[in-house]
């Protein structure tokens, strides 16, 4: 290879030999190195047919960078740029920029289009397409979005468009063939489905798994085969077996399926479980959500707050609970009377002797209990009384005997805790057999208010009662 002195003119060389240009401009200085430099690279494109500095080739179709060996970039005279890391691999480019058309990596390409990256098989690359005005992220030649210069866009291949209409999903090619949004996981998700086999096209809410019975996975529809209007809200896996929620020409069915796992709970604005179905059970409950699993058909209310007021034509039905153990039904009528659905009874009596003192009146004391609702009586602790445990309207009855004595007079009455005579009757000893008294009476009673059935003998000496019997009911 000639030496670049050889390069040069005899009247450069000459000019180079003259004394330094200490007292030239800087543009002379710079018109001396272009004639030199000029003169060198044109005499070595004629001795070799290209030029070469360094790392540095330019020969008659354009200009090429070399790093290690590997040409990494090349300018094409016909206005062509390709950059990489070894263009002798297109795997490597990172920028081509095209003015002609032509294929590249086994891909037709068009004047003005830009690749920035591999656009290789599955290679991630920008696509910048001139004659169509698009600017596509891509996978190899493999569109995944797509941006237009109109101000549209494309995402997920095509499956999702935003433009001036707004945002259109479409449906996507794989098995799934879902709309959906999910996490990573796959297992929480919401989709569109559009009819896979075996599965009912419509909204999909899912949640962990894919069995049926699985909390938080719903299907709604309205597909149905015999072309009738009908909407399911299904559970489980997404078939017409398992169908939830049906709205049929105006019939509205919850369960469909029959699952005993599929319960409704509506809630209110201060009670969680204002309304709820248990449909593992078959009933119903009003403001609570327990139920005994025993029962079948059963309709559970919790212990509500009576209301204040009437309401036109209607009678109000609730649950109160005024002691421990003693909730009870209750209702309002529409002219604002209160009480209960069920009675409450206690009836107490005494089996054995009592004997009582002549001429003295006393309390009868009840050591068994034949019926007590609510706990208003004890066979030891103040065994005379029966307590209520909340105001309201009672009646009351009572019987005894006394032992056959014919002297003298025999009484009995029902009295409660304020002195009120509930009721009296009496009279003169029945002759040769037990006399036999039945009293009873109505009132109204105050909260722990009670009553007492005492006696009275006169026949002179002691005398003793047996049977004695005292019921207690609350009416309203």
Known sequence: MPKPWDLLSPDIQQRVKSPPLANASPAEVANEIYDVLGQVLSRQLSTTGNV???SVIIDESGIRLFSAGKNTIYLDVDGDAFFGSDLAEASTSSLIILNNDQVYNDEELSEGDILLGDNSSGAANLFWDRSTGKLQFRGGTTMQVEIDTDGSLLAGGGVVTLDNDGITLTAGATDVNYIKFQDTSN???IGIIYGNPGILPGVVVRGEGNAAG???YVHLTSYNSDASAELYLLSGFLNSSSQGFVITEGSWVFNEAGAAYADLRI????????FVTDAGVDSLGIGTATFDSTGRQV???DNGTPPAGSVTDAAQLWVADVAAGNADFRMRTEGGTVGRILNVVTTVARVTDQTL?????AAIQFTSEVIDDEGWHDNVTNNTRITVTEAGEYLATGYTEFATNSTGQRFVKIVDSAGNIWAYQGGLAVPSINTRLCVSGQRTMAAGAYIEMTAFQNSGGDL???PSRLTLIKLR
């Open 52 to 54: 070469s500095i360094g």
């Open 187 to 189: 297992n929480r998700r």
């Open 214 to 216: 699985v909390v938080g």
């Open 267 to 274: 809630e209110g604005d201060n009670i969680a479980n204002l």
């Open 299 to 301: 309709l559970v209310f």
């Open 357 to 361: 003192t002549t001429s003295s009146e």
């Open 464 to 466: 003793a009662i047996n």
